[in-house]
């Protein structure tokens, strides 16, 4: 997707420095990031989509009476440098997303106010939520809000067609809260796809299920259940 860099409230530079939050980063992520963030406009709809997608969790904490939220993260790359989405919990922002990276990418990059910036996001483990939907048995290439896919995504075959209302016909499906693989995604499902079974195949997951497709209104998301072998 593209998003649009855009001047912040020089706030950025003020939460990651707080060590709560950047042992966190540096623990979870994997990541010393740089103390400031890229702010990228986009559709508001794509903040709403990632308000309802499972990231990795920073958690929120309360120093000196002050109480910080969580934060929601998202692997991602710019320029084919590794960065991170961040959705703050307390964040009154309506269309900005905050990039952390290890490096000041706007000045790597030489990136001014109004340049685009085309994101990707990149594979990723979590814990899904648990979906309880009503499910339709379907055979061709037609989808649905969480579609589960017996055969290839990209030719007709066997599905579950999953929605939250009750159709004729159905019956009571429940995706139970689970680890997966996951990759999300704006247009380029075949891509994406490609990328998550890469990404499953190069750290020798255990497949546990059909893969699926979730579809909110902007992103898409391909998920599939795993095992992870202990080391």
């Not at 939220?69 to 961040?86: N, S």
């Not at 009750?166 to 796809?193: C, D, H, L, M, P």
Request: hydrophobic share 35%; proline share 3%.
């Amino acid at each position: 997707m593209r998003g649009i860099v855009t001047a912040g409230k020089k706030e950025g530079k003020k939460f990651i420095l707080i060590e709560e939050y950047k042992n966190q980063f540096i623990k979870k992520l994997h990541l010393k990031p740089y103390p400031g963030t890229l702010n990228l406009a986009v559709n508001e709809k794509i903040i709403e989509d990632l308000k309802k997608i499972d990231g990795i969790v920073i958690d929120g904490f309360v120093k000196n009476g002050i109480k910080y939220g969580m934060v929601k993260c998202f692997p991602a790359e710019i320029y084919g440098e590794k960065c991170f989405v961040l959705l703050p919990e307390k964040s009154t922002h309506k269309n900005i997303l905050e990039i952390i990276a290890e490096e000041n990418l706007r000045k790597r990059y030489n990136l001014k106010n109004g340049d685009a910036v085309k994101i990707s996001f990149l594979p990723f483990i979590k814990i899904c939520c648990k979906y309880r939907t009503y499910a339709l048995p379907y055979i061709g290439k037609k989808t649905s809000k969480i579609t589960v896919f017996y055969d290839s995504p990209f030719m007709e075959g066997r599905r579950d067609l999953c929605y939250f209302e009750e159709i004729n016909e159905s019956y009571r499906k429940t995706i139970a809260e689970q680890i997966v693989a996951s990759i999300i995604f704006n247009e380029n499902g075949k891509k994406a796809y490609e990328d998550l079974m890469n990404h499953v195949k190069k750290n020798c997951y255990g497949i546990m299920s059909p893969i699926r497709k979730i579809s909110y209104s902007k992103l898409k998301e391909w998920q599939v259940e795993v095992k992870i072998k202990e080391k």
